[in-house]
């Protein structure tokens, strides 16, 4: 798909993954809304990325406000053809922990935003890819819309901690290709992309111990974390390429995560 | 990786997947060897200045080190390596005896031949290209200095009746990703591979009509056979990205292969 002039929302969009994205997006054309769960930094991620990107708060998991924001974002700007979804969160937490069982909230949150919240857009953009491709009158085989979802190699190799994480990433892997079945009639793409370890407020944010355990995992190569200007270069390629479907792309430079440093 | 001034080497390339490597190569400014059986129709058709084409069976040793050495003494030590040359079969397993009406056993020759060129051809011409970029020692810069792209398939995980050879001979190709990734990333080299489903290459033009229809009809969007374009497309995405490294990456339209008859089975329920 050529982005040039599309609608591209792109969740979590003030920071890391979402804002490269963001950038990559804008940059190749798009005309790019950011959703992020902070009004002031979206606001602020949504000005500096200029060429006229929008921001938009939005907690993804939250399913009226979402629908609500879509129908409006039809309105005023016409169909979204890309949905990026980057919108995610990392609470490390053992199972138990000196003798407690870990709350269920606290794995339910990490569920909540990770996978739910991605589905949650998903179901809001997806009716408005298909309208827009049949109120176009665009034969069957046209494409209508791609949408990729942010994994992560925690879905495949999660490590010790990351139970909540990678539940909640491994959902979003496993939907993939049953979406792409169920959408193909439809023109839309769908793909995951599983980063391994990316240098973002989300990793280097986390609890001093758990960022270390995270950073402490090298890839084969490059011997450094991944940029988000990488993933970025990642969704590009992906939208471009119309034989890209149902897959869950790794992009992690060889890592494979031990079970625990 | 840049390609623009890269060295390059292309297996298979003389038609199909290879040949569209090639060209996306030479259109990105990379000096392409392009080695294949027939290699003649390759200069035939490309014309273009920076293009080495090569004669040769990737199966063989002698004949990869001559390529090699060859392609060293033209265009200089290459860094990149997109494998392409493959075979589809078939190789089923037994027949049934028309006279006696038993089934005996098919000869062992064309499942080892699938194997030899489709898995030992690829592990052939890495062992060079890999010996080459390791004269220069360990990486030190954190860049790479090498990438190989190899050809998998969807065959590697679903593959049908009549594809033992085939689907064994790409799981391999599929399997030694990560260990390469593994061993290689000493000297700078990423290891990629590409799985994809059903394309428009000679390959495909042999798979009998009924059969083609089945596969194609089984691809949930887009309908229709890739485009060896698109297969290069992915190529060049892999070698720009060097945070790709040691996986498999499917471009098939979502499509999981399944048996034909499975399906005309299910219709008639």
Redesign the interface.
């Known amino acids: 798909m050529n982005v040039h002039d599309r609608v591209a929302v792109v969740t979590g969009g003030a920071s890391g993954l979402g804002y490269a994205s963001a950038a990559a997006l804008a940059a190749a054309g798009a005309r790019v809304v950011i959703l992020d769960r902070d009004a002031q930094a979206v606001a602020a991620a949504a000005r500096s990325l200029g060429h006229g990107v929008l921001g938009h708060q939005a907690d993804v998991t939250q399913d009226t406000a979402v629908e609500q924001l879509f129908a409006q974002l039809h309105d005023t700007m016409g169909a979204v053809s890309v949905l990026v979804n980057c919108a995610g969160i990392a609470e490390p937490g053992n199972v138990v922990r000196q003798g407690r069982a870990m709350l269920l909230a606290a794995f339910e949150h990490v569920v909540a935003v990770n996978l739910l919240g991605t589905i949650n857009c998903i179901r809001c953009a997806v009716p408005q890819m298909i309208n827009a491709r049949s109120d176009a009158g665009l034969p069957a085989g046209t494409e209508a819309g791609v949408i990729i979802n942010t994994a992560s190699i925690a879905a495949f190799d999660g490590q010790m901690g990351q139970a909540a994480y990678a539940a909640s990433k491994g959902g979003v892997a496993g939907m993939v290709l049953p979406l792409a079945r169920e959408l193909g009639d439809y023109g839309i793409r769908i793909l995951g992309i599983a980063p391994g370890v990316f240098e973002t407020p989300m990793t280097l944010d986390l609890p001093p111990r758990s960022r270390e355990v995270v950073f402490a995992a090298i890839p084969p190569f490059p011997q450094r974390p991944g940029q988000p200007q990488e993933f970025a270069q990642l969704v590009l390629s992906m939208v471009a390429n119309p034989m890209l479907n149902g897959e869950v792309v790794r992009l992690d430079g060889g890592l494979r995560m031990p079970a625990r440093v | 990786m840049k390609l623009q001034g890269s060295v390059a080497v292309v297996t298979g390339a003389a038609s199909g997947l290879g040949r569209a490597c090639v060209d996306m190569l030479l259109a990105e400014g990379c000096s392409v060897a392009a080695i294949d059986l027939a290699p003649a129709e390759v200069e035939a058709q490309s014309g273009a200045p920076r293009l080495l084409p090569l004669a040769g069976d990737v199966s063989d040793a002698g004949d990869m080190e001559r390529a090699f050495a060859a392609i060293a003494r033209e265009l200089g030590t290459p860094g990149i390596l997109i494998n392409c040359a493959g075979v589809l079969g078939p190789a089923r397993v037994f027949r049934i005896d028309k006279v006696t009406g038993r089934a005996v056993p098919r000869p062992m020759e064309p499942f080892r031949r699938v194997l030899d060129i489709n898995l030992v051809g690829t592990f052939n011409t890495i062992r060079l290209f890999a010996q080459g970029l390791a004269q220069a020692g360990p990486?030190r810069d954190?860049?790479?200095r090498g990438v190989i792209i190899n050809t998998a398939s969807v065959a590697a995980y679903e593959a049908l009746s009549a594809q033992t050879a085939y689907g064994a001979s790409k799981a391999g190709v599929a399997s030694m990703t990560?260990p390469l990734?593994?061993e290689?990333?000493y000297y700078?080299?990423?290891?990629m591979a590409l799985a994809p489903?059903t394309f428009e290459t000679g390959m495909y033009e042999v798979v009998p009509d009924h059969t083609r229809r089945t596969l194609i009809d089984d691809?949930?969007?887009?309908?229709?056979p890739?485009?060896p374009a698109?297969?290069a497309?992915?190529a060049k995405?892999l070698i720009?990205?060097?945070?790709?490294?040691?996986?498999v990456?499917?471009?098939?339209?979502?499509?999981?292969m399944r048996e034909p008859q499975a399906r005309s089975t299910e219709s008639a329920r």
């Open positions: 990486v954190g860049e790479d990560l990734a593994r290689l990333a700078g080299i990423r290891v489903g691809v949930p969007f887009p309908c229709r890739g485009r698109e297969f497309h992915m995405a720009e990205n060097q945070m790709m490294n040691g996986s990456v499917r471009i098939d339209g979502a499509v999981r």
